[in-house]
């Protein structure tokens, strides 16, 4: 049997942060599969709301071919949402979505999402997860 001794570092003691960043971009590849969840589910709540027919293909990052179309749907109802109160499903992609296709501009929607992703990914948004979930890493920057 053999002991191996390693330092243990939380993010904001690790001596090179960097090393930790590309080892979480490097091996995971879905940090705001959430965020896809979440609009999904605003989409569908939306589409029960004012009716018609719905359609989409989104991607955490821009995507050749990404869209979200709604046809056929109440004007009227849409109109009358509260897009800032809305609880369609009670996240941040609910008023998005509302006033994105108040204005005709579902492409703001899947941009505000990328942007998203973008942050997720970026050293701060990684050095937050890394906080809330009191990650640990080695000090090659391997997670524990």
Not at 16 to 33: A, G, P, S, T, V
Not at 69 to 76: A, E, H, I, R, T
Not at 93 to 110: H, Q, Y
């Amino acid at each position: 049997m053999r002991i191996i001794k390693t330092k243990v570092y939380k993010i904001e003691e690790h001596p090179n942060k960097d090393l930790c960043f590309n080892f979480i971009k490097n091996n995971w590849h879905d940090l705001n599969q959430f965020s896809i969840d979440e609009l999904v589910d605003s989409i569908k709540a939306l589409k029960h709301e004012i009716g018609g027919d719905v359609d989409y293909s989104i991607s955490q990052s821009p995507c050749r071919g990404e869209y979200i179309v709604f046809k056929n749907y109440d004007k009227d109802i849409l109109k009358n949402l509260d897009a800032e109160s809305c609880c369609l499903t009670g996240c941040f992609w609910d008023s998005v979505l509302i006033e994105g296709l108040r204005e005709g501009n579902t492409k703001k929607v899947l941009d505000t999402l990328h942007d998203e992703t973008e942050y997720v990914y970026s050293n701060e948004g990684l050095e937050e997860l890394c906080k809330s979930n009191m990650y640990e890493f080695e000090e090659c920057g391997q997670i524990i």
